[in-house]
């Protein structure tokens, strides 16, 4: 029977939840190391190293580089891992000059200057992106299905009907007033990028009505282009299917609600020297 172990770095173990969701895997891989159910500090040699979270500080760093020399294959695990996620909000300049000030603190990592994603650290055999990636898709990286295909984008998993004829003029802000359960959310103004995000989370944001912010990430026609090709398409989508004025898109697409998740499309061609290949992606 294969090993596998979770490493998690700087993140909320949101990741780990969703692997234990999961049940389907235990009759064919051994769980030799997480420490969310485990207490025990030393991760042996596996088969399979998922890795979840961020390296933010020198001691994600070590471990990170200590146990990928054990692993068989890495993957990195979620948008943290992917792209910095919620702990790449320690790279503004207030956040980081609060810690780094702290020149009392004791028994605490040291912080690193910015929040990393694995990959520019160590080698990443695959990647699993979602916040969290959900079980089907811990399913698919363990067991290796090769029959696994998800539909290309979250808009053609997510199946509401799209109306040619309802073209809003203005955004309706984010989960502002009642939503219609059959009807596209674009059509009804909301700021949905489920046409670009990367499928395979079966929609669980959109069909019951909250609009799809991108934690998958890009969808394969956007991995290995520009971040501005990505922007353009979304632009493209609203500027086709309602009047709402392109200014105000680009404002709310920039607005502190989606730039959470929305920074890691431009993460896959700007930010890596080596831009990520969409084979490698779950």
């Known amino acids: 029977m294969k090993s596998f172990a979770v490493l998690q770095l700087s993140s909320c173990a949101g990741c780990e939840v969703a692997l234990l969701n999961a049940d389907e895997w235990v009759d064919h891989y051994r769980?030799?190391?997480?420490?969310?159910?485990?207490?025990?500090?030393?991760?042996?040699?596996?088969?399979?190293?998922?890795?979840?979270?961020?390296?933010?500080?020198?001691?994600?760093?070590?471990?990170?580089?200590?146990?990928?020399?054990?692993?068989?294959?890495?993957?990195?695990v979620g948008t943290c891992a992917i792209s910095g996620g919620v702990a790449h909000l320690g790279d503004r300049d207030e956040v980081r000059s609060l810690f780094l000030a702290q020149e009392s603190r004791r028994h605490v990592p040291r912080l690193l200057p910015k929040s990393h994603p694995v990959d520019e650290w160590v080698p990443v055999d695959r990647y699993l992106p979602g916040c969290p990636p959900t079980p089907?898709?811990?399913?698919?990286?363990?067991?290796?299905?090769?029959?696994?295909?998800?539909?290309?984008?979250?808009?053609?998993?997510?199946?509401?009907?799209k109306d040619k004829e309802i073209r809003p003029t203005h955004l309706?802000?984010?989960?502002?007033?009642?939503?219609?359960?059959?009807?596209?959310?674009?059509?009804?103004?909301?700021?949905?990028?489920?046409?670009?995000?990367?499928?395979?989370?079966?929609?669980?944001?959109?069909?019951?009505?909250?609009?799809?912010?991108?934690?998958?990430?890009?969808?394969?026609?956007?991995?290995?282009?520009?971040?501005?090709?990505?922007?353009?398409?979304?632009?493209?989508?609203?500027?086709?299917?309602?009047?709402?004025?392109?200014?105000?898109?680009?404002?709310a697409l920039r607005s502190p609600q989606l730039a959470m998740f929305l920074f890691q499309f431009s993460d896959y061609d700007e930010l890596h020297r080596k831009p990520r290949s969409k084979d490698k992606v779950i």
């Open 31 to 76: 769980l030799a190391y997480m420490p969310l159910v485990s207490s025990t500090h030393n991760l042996p040699a596996v088969d399979l190293l998922f890795v979840s979270g961020s390296v933010r500080t020198d001691d994600d760093l070590h471990n990170l580089r200590k146990a990928v020399r054990q692993a068989g294959e890495v993957i990195a």
């Open 136 to 161: 089907e898709l811990f399913l698919a990286a363990l067991t290796d299905q090769e029959d696994f295909k998800s539909a290309s984008s979250v808009c053609q998993e997510c199946g509401r009907h």
């Open 172 to 251: 309706s802000g984010f989960m502002r007033g009642s939503v219609d359960p059959e009807l596209c959310l674009v059509n009804q103004g909301y700021l949905c990028i489920g046409t670009s995000t990367r499928a395979g989370c079966r929609a669980l944001c959109t069909r019951p009505g909250h609009p799809c912010v991108g934690c998958r990430g890009p969808s394969n026609a956007f991995i290995e282009k520009e971040s501005s090709a990505w922007l353009a398409s979304i632009l493209r989508v609203f500027t086709t299917m309602t009047d709402i004025p392109v200014e105000e898109l680009e404002q």
